[in-house]
């Protein structure tokens, strides 16, 4: 199994509708939780982080994490073409050799 | 956020040569630097992980003697990727997790801006 496990997609949204973008890890130890996402060629950006069970807004994107189910989600609201990316869902695990673990990733396209 | 400055942003280098790729954190102290390799179309994967002053910890499969790794500092990490070899190919990207002088708390992980290696 996985540590961080992603549906590779693509996803297919139409523009102004919820992008909802799904996460399952495996070590009950993780303990910090990152959304990035990933243009073609770039480097992962930041979009959001979060530790506490439960909902987390900024701005158009919502976290929610769920640690008894080990599962982590990403909704973007009013979608937009530029949202168009790889999502990459990546979990912190705190221990004698702390590291932060990534899913696959998964591909969202929103059609105009 | 926090800036995390990697250079070269590409690279071509011959067969059998070694190149240095350096990650640096501009405005906080880096106690913990990860480097990746990622292929085309495909999802980053964690090489090895380094904390300030110690050695790295390698990754399952990758070759330490390889892949290089310093973190002398707080603020640089180093990966050389010796004798390169095609295969070598990839995009590296350094990630850096350490505690904000501004803030007073460790800050998230950022990314630099990926090194585009090429070995012909």
């Known amino acids: 199994q996985k540590e961080v496990e992603q549906n590779s997609g693509p996803l297919s949204v139409p523009e102004g509708a919820i992008a909802s973008l799904n996460c399952t890890y495996s070590?009950?130890?993780?303990?910090?939780f990152f959304w990035y996402r990933q243009y073609s060629g770039k480097s992962p950006e930041l979009i959001m982080f979060?530790?506490?069970?439960g909902d987390k807004e900024d701005g158009r994107f919502t976290a929610q994490l769920n640690k008894a189910s080990q599962y982590v989600s990403l909704l973007i609201r009013d979608s937009q073409p530029s949202d168009s990316a790889t999502y990459l869902c990546?979990?912190?695990?705190?221990?004698?050799?702390?590291?932060?673990?990534f899913g696959s990733g998964t591909r969202l396209s929103i059609r105009p | 956020g926090a800036v995390v400055s990697q250079h070269p942003s590409w690279v071509i280098c011959k067969s059998g040569t070694s190149v240095k790729i350096e990650c640096r954190s501009l405005?906080?102290?880096?106690?913990?630097m990860f480097w990746y390799r990622q292929f085309p179309k495909q999802s980053l994967m964690l090489m090895a992980t380094?904390?300030?002053?110690?050695?790295?910890?390698?990754e399952q499969g990758v070759e330490k003697d390889k892949f290089l790794i310093n973190h002398a500092s707080l603020t640089l990490s180093t990966l050389t990727v010796t004798s390169a070899h095609p295969e070598d190919s990839s995009f590296y990207i350094c990630s850096a997790r350490g505690l904000s002088r501004q803030a007073g708390w460790y800050t998230e992980a950022f990314f630099g801006q990926g090194t585009r290696l090429t070995v012909v």
């Open positions: 380094s904390n300030e002053g110690s050695k790295a910890t390698y």
């Open positions: 405005d906080f102290q880096a106690t913990t």
């Open positions: 070590d009950r130890g993780s303990q910090s």
């Open positions: 990546a979990v912190f695990i705190y221990s004698s050799a702390s590291k932060i673990i």
């Open positions: 979060i530790y506490s069970n």
